[in-house]
Each structure stands twice: as C-alpha cells, then as structure tokens.
C-alpha cells in the first residue's frame, strides 16, 4: 500500500512558477513509477508528466515548461511548472505504478486526493 500526499499547488499570475511536490509512504518508493496527471471540472484526467527508472516523459502541452523530478531518498516526486498559463488551471495529482512509466491513468494503482492550481491571466 501507497499513500501519496501532494502539496505545493496555489494562485499564481500566468507566465509564474510554481512546484508541486508528492510525498509517498513505504519503504519501495524506488520501485514504483510517478506520474502527474491534471483534470478539470467535467473533463477526463489529463497527463502531464510520468518519472521510472528508465527516464521521464512529459505531455506535448507542457514540453519545455514543466519538469518531473524524484528524490528516492526522500520519497518524494516534483513537479516543476515554469511560464504558466491559464489553461494549466486544474487540480493536479500525483500516481504511483508497479512497473514502467505510463501516460494512462488507468494504468496507475495509487491516487494521491490532488492540489490546486489556479493561473490568473
């Protein structure tokens, strides 16, 4: 069992910054691939960015302007967002797969409950 916790989301001027971050439980965080996914009100959740063993991935949308990061040692998975804009305005979660990296959410096992992000324009 995984528990993800994600934090770091909040208001931001569009062309700001801001980093996400996904704090897991369990002593095989290693193990496991990360992913970031988005979604917002009567829309399927988006990817955005997925971290494993092998390298990472990041959604065309964000390319060039977010960056997935982990820190083994601290169980931890970062989002890094530069250059926001207002269509990045969603609730953000953090997800844990056995295996590799995927961009499909039904592919992942844990959910962490999400963090805001609003971009004002």
Same mark, same amino acid.
């Given at each position: 069992? +995984?528990?993800?916790? $994600?934090?770091?989301?909040? @208001? +931001?001027?569009?062309?700001?910054?801001?980093? @996400?971050?996904?704090?897991?439980?369990?002593?095989? #965080?290693?193990?496991?691939?990360?992913?970031? #996914?988005?979604?917002?009100?009567? /829309? $399927?959740? $988006?990817? +955005?960015?997925?971290?494993?063993?092998? &390298? %990472?991935?990041?959604? %065309?949308?964000? =390319? &060039?302007? #977010?960056?997935?990061?982990?820190?083994?040692? =601290? *169980?931890? +998975?970062?989002?890094?967002?530069? *250059?926001? /804009?207002? $269509?990045?305005?969603? @609730?953000?979660?953090?997800?844990? =797969? #056995? !295996? !590799? =990296?995927?961009?499909?959410? *039904?592919?992942? %096992?844990?959910? !962490?409950? &999400?963090?805001?992000?609003?971009?004002?324009?």
């Amino acid at each position: 069992q +995984v528990q993800l916790v $994600e934090s770091g989301g909040g @208001l +931001v001027q569009a062309g700001g910054s801001l980093r @996400l971050s996904c704090a897991a439980s369990g002593r095989t #965080f290693s193990s496991y691939s990360m992913g970031w #996914f988005r979604q917002t009100p009567g /829309k $399927e959740r $988006e990817f +955005v960015a997925a971290i494993s063993w092998s &390298g %990472d991935s990041t959604a %065309d949308s964000v =390319k &060039g302007r #977010f960056t997935i990061s982990r820190d083994n040692a =601290k *169980n931890t +998975v970062f989002l890094q967002m530069n *250059n926001l /804009k207002p $269509e990045d305005t969603a @609730l953000y979660y953090c997800a844990a =797969k #056995f !295996g !590799g =990296k995927s961009a499909r959410a *039904n592919d992942y %096992d844990y959910w !962490g409950r &999400g963090t805001q992000v609003t971009v004002s324009s």
